[in-house]
């Protein structure tokens, strides 16, 4: 055999092999979530203190239920039963969600839709608990008490210095709305869902379809005051998390109301991230696209919640593969060693390298409930895809 047939057998070869490598093994990578999660469950047994990420000393920072990512935790543990049917996981799930009850009567906070509906809602989900479907309902009249006919929206913060800030995070929200309109035939939900989710196509993006983090009204005449973005680089820039809010929030609202305008909007943010110029080539992030990059942290969370709502995108739209083609993606890239933590470590947090506000300082380059919480909805998915096929 001469040279350049050896040549060629070694790159066939090494092709095979890397094609071997890439693939994604969701039930390898749940096998590591589940380590991870029992260990977790060992070494932190409060249950009114909810795991959100690492503090700078290194030590675990758990949260109160008040905190607007208490419900991933609890989260993470419905998905582990959902995905095993294991009752163990399923007990686990019920004593960590018990602790958020209260948050139901919660009017201060725009994000129910993360505490209530990640922990209660998959609960409800899996078990049809009445109780929490309860829980539930009352969670989404408190929401409803933070929408402004004036503004046509659900206002976001009671602090800082607007008038009256929405955030595109808010999109997330608005699930709990929808499911609460279905679950109990009152279609005031809905119709605050929708009003909140047009105003917000109408505001918040830009002409490139990216969108800003905040904008503010006045609560007079109903109009806009400001565009800004919080906790990206800049007001103009595009903060990374909040592009992905932005597709995931799009796409729920199209499944839930069926208005071709949603889904339109959701593929746009979709080509906006997907083809980006700043975009790495293993479609993980960094925190914000106009950063400084390269010299910029990754943001682990954006991929995620991005990877999980592709793959729903993909199953709406008239041409869904390149969607669900970058969605495995970024899950594959995710259950690297890069950014999949090693069990035993990091907390016992799953992934690695997210950042939460690098304007303020805070939650720069350690792991986040939340990128936990849709990497694990993604494989969900994708598991579930493939096995329809």
């Known amino acids: 055999m001469n040279a350049r047939k050896i040549i060629l057998v070694l790159f066939i070869a090494s092709a095979f092999a890397f094609a071997a490598r890439v693939k994604l093994d969701v039930a390898k ?124 929206t659900i206002r976001s913060w009671d602090h800082g210095k607007w008038q009256y800030p929405v955030i595109i995070d808010n999109m997330m929200n608005l699930e709990l709305l929808f499911w609460a309109t279905a679950m109990s035939g009152d279609s005031s939900f809905y119709k605050i869902a929708v009003t909140h989710a047009n105003t917000t196509l109408k505001n918040h993006f830009r002409a490139d379809n ?69 975009l790495p080539k293993d479609k993980i992030p960094y925190w914000d696209y106009n950063a400084q990059i390269p010299n910029e942290e990754r943001d682990v969370s954006a991929a995620a919640i991005t990877a999980s709502a592709l793959l729903e995108l993909g199953g709406y739209a008239k041409n869904g593969e390149p969607y669900r083609k970058a969605a495995e993606e970024i899950l594959i890239n995710l259950s690297t060693p890069q950014y999949l933590a090693k069990v035993g470590t990091n907390n016992n947090f799953i992934l690695m390298h997210s950042v939460g506000h690098k304007p303020a300082k805070s939650e720069i380059d350690v792991p986040i409930i939340y990128a936990d919480y849709y990497y694990i909805e993604g494989l969900l998915r994708y598991d579930r895809l493939k096995k329809k096929k």
């Open 210 to 278: 990216s969108s800003y983090h905040v904008v503010d009204y006045d609560t007079l005449t109903g109009k806009v005051i400001a565009r800004v973005t919080h906790q990206g680089y800049a007001d103009e820039s595009a903060w990374a998390r909040g592009q992905a809010w932005g597709l995931y929030g799009y796409t729920t609202t199209y499944r839930a109301t069926k208005d071709k305008r949603y889904l339109e909007q959701a593929e746009k943010i979709a080509a906006f991230i997907l083809h980006h110029p700043n």
């Open 29 to 152: 990578d749940f096998e590591t979530i589940a380590r991870q999660l029992t260990n977790s469950l060992k070494t932190h047994t409060d249950v009114t203190r909810f795991p959100r990420s690492t503090k700078p000393d290194g030590s675990l920072h758990a949260v109160p239920s008040r905190d607007w990512t208490s419900g991933f935790y609890a989260g993470n543990l419905w998905y582990m039963y959902d995905y095993s049917k294991d009752k163990k996981w399923e007990e686990a799930a019920r004593q960590w969600t018990a602790g958020l009850e209260n948050e139901k009567f919660n009017t201060h906070t725009h994000d129910l839709g993360f505490i209530l509906f990640c922990s209660f809602g998959n609960g409800y989900r899996l078990t049809q608990d009445p109780a929490y479907k309860d829980i539930l309902l009352q969670g989404a009249r408190s929401l409803s008490k933070r929408f402004n006919p004036k503004t046509g």
